[in-house]
């Protein structure tokens, strides 16, 4: 059963713009935190962002300044606006809910999207 289903993913040149989306059963109004993660072939995979119930958003140094994370709580989506994009952000891009807030919170990620692959060419 899919709990999370990204999308808005694909290729771009350096400099540019995507917008990537989230929703599914996953992601409740009693999902905690949502962030978004990303790996890169042959590295691990880097917490890119994350905003919680209260609309506190946390950022990846290396994107600060250039991706921005947020979400429509009426129909459950989270979004990450990525601006600048560098070959270094080429990556599968996942979401992910953590528990429910009156049980561990943001303490864990157990519920994931398949990905969607952003790839940025120089």
């Known amino acids: 059963q899919v709990k999370l289903m990204e999308s808005g993913g694909g290729s771009v040149e350096a400099g540019g713009f995507l917008r990537l989306s989230c929703s599914g059963p996953g992601y409740t109004s009693d999902t905690d935190c949502m962030a978004w993660f990303r790996q890169a072939p042959g590295k691990g995979r880097e917490e890119v962002a994350r905003i919680n119930r209260g609309g506190t958003t946390t950022y990846g140094d290396s994107v600060k300044g250039r991706f921005t994370i947020s979400r429509e709580t009426a129909n459950n989506t989270l979004y990450l606006e990525m601006n600048t994009l560098k070959p270094e952000d080429t990556a599968l891009y996942s979401c992910?809910?953590?528990?429910?807030?009156?049980?561990?919170?943001?303490?864990?990620?157990?519920?994931w999207g398949q990905g969607t692959q952003v790839t940025v060419s120089s």
């Open positions: 992910a809910a953590s528990f429910p807030f009156y049980y561990r919170g943001c303490e864990g990620f157990p519920t």
